[in-house]
């Protein structure tokens, strides 16, 4: 049964969250008005679309814990403490969602069962839970580990250089449609939000809504990280009259894809990753 | 222990190979089935990850069901590759078995003499 505190817990973090982005949405916004005077540049409406997708992105976890709280109801306390601890360690994992819901759905039939048989959740899985994670990711073939978030950081990365391109290049004509230039500055970010940003707000949000108030605040440090990746290069900007460098690198622009080509190439890399976290699992593509 | 728990799993995936190839059954019922056959200190955490284990190999195919305690569990049965996988552990474990108790009798004998 969750209790009043668990749903106001909630409903604060959604606060939170919404307020936070938006916040930073309008403060891009606004850097990027005050600084041309006029909306336009696509740099804030790229940035804006971002930070919308991260919002929706913390909505549909919240709902999807809400479901998922629903779904546990039944469970009595010491066996959901136990079905977090193991979900956790799937969370961390390179599982694809579907197997992680599969594995929940499962440990719930079990759990329930055992519930019922008056067991207590240590003889059921074992005292040790971590090696019973790490029996079911193996099980699973899965190689947990720094590769994965490196791989899907990357692609992240990918994307939002083929956003860029998409957006940048949009209206002018089939030969100049390439090479569009872009600031240092908005790779730098993307580069920020695809490695540090995403990764820190999706381990967090999904911390958070599990009842895990110390990793939920990696949620909120996800979204106050995007204001650093922000406010470090505002500080350049300020620092730019004083420090030759900072001005040079931020005057620089480079050209995202020159030649269809690259375009090309950036599509297979992100099939090639895709294709790659598949072997390391161990298992044929689905 | 390593290497025990090694020969375990080996033998625990031939007997629920066994177990399953009797009748369509879910992961808490093998489990059972276990405990009572003797195998007392199993439990659902040394279970699970085999079922996995074995249905990714291709050797039992799952089937989603309601339970009565209201999420749906997966009830397994063995597929022809997983047949051919149980027979194999019978011959294999029949050999081995016959080598051990060799050894075994001829201790117990020089013992006895």
């Not at chain 2, 080598?99 to 013992?111: A, K, L, P």
Request: glycine share 8%.
């Amino acid at each position: 049964m969750k209790t009043r505190r668990e749903k106001m817990k909630k409903s604060f973090s959604l606060v939170i969250a919404g307020t936070v982005v938006l916040l930073t949405g309008l403060f891009l916004w606004g850097s990027q008005i005050s600084e041309q005077g006029q909306i336009g540049s696509g740099q804030g409406i790229i940035a804006a679309i971002v930070l919308a997708l991260a919002g929706l992105a913390t909505f549909v976890v919240y709902y999807q814990a809400k479901s998922r709280n629903q779904k546990l109801k039944n469970l009595r306390e010491n066996y959901r403490e136990s079905l977090d601890q193991v979900m956790e360690q799937m969370e961390q994992s390179a599982l694809h969602n579907w197997e992680k819901k599969e594995i929940e759905q499962e440990l719930l039939a079990i759990f329930l069962e055992a519930q019922e048989a008056g067991r207590q959740p240590q003889s059921v899985i074992g005292e040790d839970v971590e090696s019973f994670a790490k029996d079911l990711l193996e099980a699973y073939g899965i190689h947990p580990g720094i590769l994965a978030y490196f791989l899907t950081s990357t692609q992240w990365y990918i994307l939002y250089l083929l956003i860029v391109q998409a957006y940048r290049g949009r209206g002018r004509n089939e030969f100049a449609y390439f090479g569009a230039s872009v600031d240092v500055e908005i790779l730098v970010l993307f580069g920020w939000l695809s490695f540090i940003t995403l990764p820190l707000i999706q381990y967090g949000s999904k911390g958070w809504v599990a009842g895990k108030r110390k990793r939920g605040l990696f949620a909120i440090f996800g979204f106050l990280s995007f204001l650093v990746g922000v406010g470090i290069i505002e500080g350049l900007h300020a620092l730019e009259a004083r420090i030759p460098w900072a001005s040079e690198l931020l005057a620089k622009q480079v050209s995202v894809f020159r030649h269809p080509w690259q375009l090309a190439m950036a599509v297979l890399f992100v099939i090639g990753i895709v294709w790659l976290k598949q072997w390391l699992r161990k298992k044929p593509l689905r | 222990m390593a290497k025990q728990t090694q020969m375990l799993k080996g033998v625990l995936e031939g007997c629920i190979l066994e177990i399953i190839s009797q009748e369509e059954t879910y992961g808490y019922a093998v489990c059972e089935q276990l405990v009572q056959a003797g195998f007392s200190h199993i439990n659902e955490g040394i279970v699970y990850p085999i079922l996995i284990r074995l249905e990714k190999k291709g050797w039992l195919l799952a089937e989603k069901r309601p339970s009565p305690y209201g999420p749906k569990r997966k009830y397994y049965r063995l597929t022809e590759m997983g047949e051919r996988e149980r027979n194999e552990f019978i011959l294999h474990w029949t050999e081995t078995k016959g080598r051990v108790d060799q050894i075994f009798e001829r201790r117990i004998s020089d013992e006895n003499a």
